[in-house]
């Protein structure tokens, strides 16, 4: 026998639990839970206390069911009674005598947020949301909507919440007035509620509850009548049924952009911290992994879009069967737990999805340089001992005729061969994750380190968690959040800092597959970014585009990243919104961010569970104001990466006790502000990208007739603050007549964009010490012949100055 759809309980003297009850249609209505919900309500119309509730933890009522919808067999006749039974609902929830009080866990959509709102209390939870879609599908709202929630929260939002079927969260619901309270248990409270209630005088209750009904809706009637004919027209249309047919399928594209009024920049720097009215939701249940975290996403955020490139998205739902569909294909090849999969991919949900996947199986995602080539490469594949390599086609040629037989190679695209998206049928899909603790390695990034070659960071799935949550915390990011990030997902930015807190959070993750000055504001607008983030050097790309009277026509209210350039107030006041740093690297993740009480000019402060020491050489603390040494720990297991893959000593030589070296140099005022003062490393940092001066030396060492070679770093053309441009100086053969012209040719051709310099010095002679090192500090800064050309780092669009 089926179940009922609506269920009653007693659940005490004068209280009467009713639950909407199709937990596996997300309690969505249909014809019979709306005939059986308006009896029940009829039924109990004498209790004291109502409570109304959906089954499961997902959804109060996700609105229309879109398979059955609200009618059995489609006629008119039936149409005009569901409207009937909609305005019916309505009008005994507004004139009953009972106290009524909704418990809103998870989605209240369309119909199911009408009649969520009818009630006297609404209680909602942590992942609330609330939407009405009925406009942009091309119908119109029933149940007393239009009339209640300009009630509730003005006319203009209403007409926001209305015409624009926007989502709104839990916090922003509340804030403004869609809500009674937040519980992180909101049935409960409604519970609790209730039992207090029933204590109360009744005659009271019920005539208190109808006056203010009366004086807030005199016109009731005139709004339901209205409603129905509005419904009723709009029904009839025909684009209404083209409107309906592709949001059932899920194939309509993110609404039309809502451009809000640029933030007024004061002095308040904080001040756009309460822009995000939905901020800081971290997820109910624990989490300590990856896995983890996508499955709790997919459960409670089915259809909000995850991933988003301009022009095209992919929901949680949708992606969490592609990465298990993958995964099962990943299986089959023999991917096992610790196993290593290489990626060589531009940004693409595909690639996000051989990251997840990987984890799905226990195993290790290495995304690296899709640029690499020569030595570099070789020395990447053979330091991780990949199981298999993933690349883009458009690069796989080059890249196999660099490493022929040595790994196993599987295709992003259309070319012959093994192809990735063909590994989806070849498995049964892995719904459910391979144990992993939170300390397992979730992912290798290169890391440029201080001396010699890149190595593989290894950074667990707790790592990525911490990271992300500052990033959440510092910066009050919430559901509604679109999170823009134009930089390489082989890096932390990309992943730890977007991808997680996005999943975290049931927000978006808006990404680029390459940084362009010119395009940004475009891709900003059309992926409709709230928060994104920069290097200097792309903010001074930006910053030198033709002013537009469309600077401030975006939903960004916050922008993170370093450094923040000598131009930042003009930048600011140009484009609307602030801009935060924050102190942060591969191996360290996230210790410090500008959140709270803050001095200008410094990176913030740590945060909590971190700690900061600033050192002499021999590891002493320095007092306040005196540069040295940045040292970090921190209490919080994993939160700092696991060492180098394969590496011990180079592991070993990055700590300092229980103190992990970060390379750079800064000093502490006495509030414990942190200011950055420079780099020990051996490390340029150039458009986005740490770059390895001994790889690129080593790179240039190739050359027949390089002798000696030096990478360093010499002022950007672009400006103070926006970090540095790559020089390399050389020493040839006695008789070489190779000129710098040649030179830079030659970079081109055979080393990564990233690699190639922008500033090329033949000197007769370069100075060394007396253990035969290059003497760095007697380079010239100023010398050599400057080249100029498109993108010299991955992702960046450089136009010839």
Same mark, same amino acid.
């Given at each position: 026998?089926?179940?009922?759809?609506?269920?009653?309980?007693?659940?005490?003297?004068?209280?009467?639990?009713?639950?909407?009850?199709?937990?596996?249609?997300?309690?969505?209505?249909?014809?019979?839970?709306?005939?059986?919900?308006?009896?029940?309500?009829?039924? +109990?119309?004498?209790?004291?206390?109502?409570?109304?509730?959906?089954?499961?933890?997902?959804?109060? +009522?996700?609105?229309?069911?879109?398979?059955?919808?609200?009618?059995?067999?489609?006629?008119?006749?039936?149409?005009?009674?569901?409207?009937?039974?909609?305005?019916?609902?309505?009008?005994?929830?507004?004139?009953?005598?009972?106290?009524?009080?909704?418990?809103?866990?998870?989605?209240?959509?369309?119909?199911?947020?009408?009649?969520?709102?009818?009630?006297?209390?609404?209680?909602?939870?942590?992942?609330?949301?609330?939407?009405?879609?009925?406009?942009?599908?091309?119908?119109?709202?029933?149940?007393?909507?239009?009339?209640?929630?300009?009630?509730?929260?003005?006319?203009?939002?209403?007409?926001?919440?209305?015409?624009?079927?926007?989502?709104?969260?839990?916090?922003?619901?509340?804030?403004?007035?869609?809500?009674?309270?937040?519980?992180?248990?909101?049935?409960?409270?409604?519970?609790?509620?209730?039992?207090?209630?029933?204590?109360?005088?009744?005659?009271?209750?019920?005539?208190?509850?109808?006056?203010?009904?009366?004086?807030?809706?005199?016109?009731?009637?005139?709004?339901?009548?209205?409603?129905?004919?509005?419904?009723?027209?709009?029904?009839?249309?025909?684009?209404?049924?083209?409107?309906?047919?592709?949001?059932?399928?899920?194939?309509?594209?993110?609404?039309?952009?809502?451009?809000?009024?640029?933030?007024?920049?004061?002095?308040?720097?904080?001040?756009?911290?309460?822009?995000?009215?939905?901020?800081?939701?971290?997820?109910?249940?624990?989490?300590?992994?990856?896995?983890?975290?996508?499955?709790?996403?997919?459960?409670?955020?089915?259809?909000?879009?995850?991933?988003?490139?301009?022009?095209?998205?992919?929901?949680?739902?949708?992606?969490?069967?592609?990465?298990?569909?993958?995964?099962?294909?990943?299986?089959?090849?023999?991917?096992?737990?610790?196993?290593?999969?290489?990626?060589?991919?531009?940004?693409?949900?595909?690639?996000?999805?051989?990251?997840?996947?990987?984890?799905?199986?226990?195993?290790?995602?290495?995304?690296?340089?899709?640029?690499?080539?020569?030595?570099?490469?070789?020395?990447?594949?053979?330091?991780?001992?990949?199981?298999?390599?993933?690349?883009?086609?458009?690069?796989?040629?080059?890249?196999?005729?660099?490493?022929?037989?040595?790994?196993?190679?599987?295709?992003?695209?259309?070319?012959?061969?093994?192809?990735?998206?063909?590994?989806?049928?070849?498995?049964?899909?892995?719904?459910?994750?391979?144990?992993?603790?939170?300390?397992?390695?979730?992912?290798?990034?290169?890391?440029?380190?201080?001396?010699?070659?890149?190595?593989?960071?290894?950074?667990?799935?707790?790592?990525?968690?911490?990271?992300?949550?500052?990033?959440?915390?510092?910066?009050?990011?919430?559901?509604?959040?679109?999170?823009? +990030?134009?930089?390489?997902?082989?890096?932390?930015?990309?992943?730890?800092?977007?991808?997680?807190?996005?999943?975290?959070?049931?927000?978006?993750?808006?990404?680029?597959?390459?940084?362009?000055?010119?395009?940004?504001?475009?891709?900003?607008?059309?992926?409709?970014?709230?928060?994104?983030?920069?290097?200097?050097?792309?903010?001074?790309?930006?910053?030198?585009?033709?002013?537009?009277?469309?600077?401030?026509?975006?939903?960004?209210?916050?922008?993170?990243?370093?450094?923040?350039?000598?131009?930042?107030?003009?930048?600011?006041?140009?484009?609307?919104?602030?801009?935060?740093?924050?102190?942060?690297?591969?191996?360290?993740?996230?210790?410090?961010?500008?959140?709270?009480?803050?001095?200008?000019?410094? +990176?913030?402060?740590?945060?909590?569970?971190?700690?900061?020491?600033?050192?002499?050489?021999?590891?002493?603390?320095?007092?306040?104001?005196?540069?040295?040494?940045?040292?970090?720990?921190?209490?919080?297991?994993?939160?700092?990466?696991?060492?180098?893959?394969?590496?011990?000593?180079?592991?070993?030589?990055?700590?300092?006790?229980?103190?992990?070296?970060?390379?750079?140099?800064?000093?502490?005022?006495?509030?414990?502000?942190?200011?950055?003062?420079?780099?020990?490393?051996?490390?340029?940092?150039?458009?986005?990208?740490?770059?390895?001066?001994?790889?690129?030396?080593?790179?240039?060492?190739?050359?027949?007739?390089?002798?000696?070679?030096?990478?360093?770093?010499?002022?950007?053309?672009?400006?103070?603050?926006? #970090?540095?441009?790559?020089?390399?100086?050389?020493?040839?053969?006695?008789?070489?007549?190779?000129? #710098?012209?040649?030179?830079?040719?030659?970079?081109?051709?055979?080393?990564?964009?990233?690699?190639?310099?922008?500033?090329? #010095?033949?000197?007769? #002679?370069?100075?060394?010490?007396?253990?035969?090192?290059?003497?760095?500090?007697?380079?010239?800064?100023?010398?050599?012949?400057?080249?100029?050309?498109?993108?010299?780092?991955?992702?960046?669009?450089?136009?010839?100055?």
């Amino acid at each position: 026998m089926p179940e009922r759809s609506v269920l009653e309980e007693h659940l005490g003297a004068g209280i009467v639990k009713i639950t909407l009850n199709r937990p596996a249609a997300l309690n969505a209505l249909n014809a019979e839970l709306l005939e059986d919900l308006l009896a029940a309500l009829q039924r +109990c119309r004498d209790a004291k206390v109502i409570v109304l509730e959906g089954a499961g933890d997902r959804s109060f +009522c996700a609105g229309q069911d879109l398979k059955q919808g609200l009618t059995k067999h489609g006629s008119h006749a039936e149409l005009q009674e569901a409207f009937t039974h909609l305005q019916d609902v309505a009008r005994l929830t507004s004139r009953s005598s009972a106290i009524i009080i909704a418990a809103v866990h998870g989605f209240a959509v369309g119909g199911g947020a009408e009649i969520a709102l009818g009630a006297d209390f609404v209680i909602g939870g942590p992942a609330t949301t609330f939407r009405f879609p009925e406009v942009p599908i091309g119908h119109a709202a029933t149940g007393g909507i239009t009339q209640r929630l300009v009630a509730l929260i003005g006319l203009l939002q209403a007409k926001r919440l209305l015409l624009t079927g926007a989502y709104v969260g839990a916090e922003e619901a509340l804030a403004m007035g869609l809500l009674t309270e937040i519980n992180e248990d909101p049935k409960k409270r409604a519970k609790e509620l209730a039992e207090l209630i029933a204590g109360l005088p009744s005659t009271s209750l019920t005539w208190s509850k109808q006056s203010l009904e009366k004086a807030c809706f005199p016109n009731v009637e005139q709004v339901l009548q209205d409603e129905i004919e509005s419904a009723s027209v709009c029904f009839a249309q025909s684009d209404a049924a083209n409107a309906f047919s592709e949001f059932a399928t899920r194939r309509t594209a993110p609404g039309a952009m809502n451009f809000s009024s640029a933030p007024a920049l004061g002095n308040d720097t904080n001040k756009w911290r309460s822009g995000n009215k939905d901020a800081s939701i971290t997820p109910k249940e624990p989490i300590s992994n990856l896995n983890q975290a996508l499955d709790i996403a997919v459960m409670r955020y089915p259809d909000r879009p995850f991933l988003r490139f301009p022009g095209h998205e992919i929901s949680y739902a949708v992606f969490g069967a592609r990465v298990s569909r993958l995964a099962g294909g990943l299986r089959e090849l023999g991917v096992q737990p610790g196993d290593r999969v290489l990626v060589m991919m531009r940004n693409s949900i595909e690639m996000v999805e051989t990251w997840m996947s990987t984890n799905r199986l226990g195993a290790i995602w290495v995304p690296i340089n899709p640029e690499l080539r020569s030595s570099t490469l070789h020395h990447a594949v053979l330091a991780v001992r990949a199981k298999l390599l993933i690349v883009d086609e458009g690069i796989y040629a080059e890249v196999k005729s660099a490493l022929p037989g040595e790994i196993p190679f599987y295709i992003n695209g259309t070319e012959s061969g093994e192809l990735l998206n063909q590994l989806h049928s070849l498995g049964q899909p892995v719904t459910k994750a391979v144990p992993v603790e939170s300390s397992t390695t979730a992912a290798f990034l290169l890391t440029s380190g201080s001396t010699g070659r890149s190595k593989p960071c290894m950074l667990s799935h707790r790592y990525f968690l911490v990271t992300a949550q500052g990033l959440v915390d510092g910066l009050a990011l919430g559901a509604d959040d679109v999170l823009y +990030c134009p930089f390489p997902l082989y890096h932390l930015d990309a992943t730890g800092m977007t991808v997680v807190p996005a999943l975290f959070l049931g927000a978006t993750a808006a990404l680029s597959p390459r940084f362009s000055a010119s395009n940004f504001w475009h891709e900003i607008r059309k992926t409709e970014a709230t928060v994104y983030d920069f290097m200097g050097a792309t903010l001074a790309l930006i910053f030198k585009q033709n002013a537009s009277s469309q600077d401030r026509e975006h939903r960004v209210r916050v922008a993170w990243g370093v450094p923040i350039p000598a131009f930042a107030k003009e930048y600011e006041h140009r484009f609307g919104h602030p801009l935060v740093t924050l102190y942060g690297s591969t191996e360290s993740g996230l210790p410090i961010i500008q959140q709270g009480d803050f001095a200008t000019g410094s +990176c913030g402060k740590p945060r909590k569970g971190f700690h900061v020491r600033i050192a002499d050489p021999a590891g002493n603390a320095l007092p306040p104001q005196t540069p040295g040494q940045l040292l970090l720990r921190s209490d919080i297991p994993g939160a700092l990466f696991s060492g180098y893959f394969d590496e011990p000593q180079k592991t070993a030589e990055a700590f300092t006790g229980q103190w992990m070296n970060t390379g750079d140099v800064a000093k502490v005022d006495n509030r414990g502000n942190v200011f950055f003062v420079g780099r020990l490393k051996d490390v340029i940092r150039r458009r986005g990208e740490n770059i390895n001066a001994a790889e690129v030396e080593e790179e240039f060492l190739q050359h027949p007739d390089v002798v000696v070679a030096a990478a360093s770093a010499v002022p950007s053309e672009l400006g103070w603050g926006t #970090e540095d441009d790559l020089k390399v100086t050389v020493q040839l053969r006695e008789s070489s007549l190779t000129d #710098e012209g040649e030179l830079w040719s030659w970079s081109v051709a055979k080393m990564a964009r990233f690699q190639v310099p922008d500033v090329i #010095e033949i000197v007769p #002679e370069i100075a060394k010490t007396p253990t035969g090192k290059v003497e760095k500090s007697r380079l010239n800064r100023k010398g050599g012949r400057r080249f100029h050309r498109r993108s010299s780092s991955p992702g960046l669009h450089r136009p010839n100055l």
